[in-house]
């Protein structure tokens, strides 16, 4: 099924300006090298930013190709070699052949990979859990069916690389 551009809006509403302002904060937020030293101080787990983004990706959707690693991060392939080696060498990775093509590898993570990503995502939920502590329950249960929806939102739109125009992805 083909793809067709959709029009991109001549103006953002003032409220989707407000979201963008409030993702670009928290973005920035969870990327200071600060908050990620003392996220990983707190899981115990001695990587850096670059690793622990490829561990999360692949633990949500492994074995993959270290190409389509590369293409779901945003970065090039060479960067993700060099990550998966280092990770390797720590024990937190392996490469495993690719049934759908016996030349190709895909990373996995190892028993010490799953066990890191847990603690990672443990720290930083219990790190949240304190700074929204004044939140209900029912607040926060709003806060996580909204994000959910807009990821999934998100997911459903590619942006064509020639046309740079949204699509509605198949």
Known sequence: MSTEPLPLPAVASPEVIEIERALTRITYLSTRARQHDRLMAMAGVP???????????????????PGELAQRLGVEASHVTRTVQQLQ?????????DPDDGRAQRIQLTDAGREAVDRVRDAGARGMQLALSDWSPKELGQLASLFHRMVDDFLSYTVDEESEQPTLSA
């Not at 990587?47 to 190709?65: G, K, Y």
């Not at 060498?89 to 052949?97: L, M, Q």
């Open 47 to 65: 990587l850096d930013r670059a690793a622990v983004a490829l561990l999360r990706q692949v633990a949500d959707s492994e074995p993959l190709r």
């Open 89 to 97: 060498k720590a024990g937190y990775v392996t490469r495993v052949p």
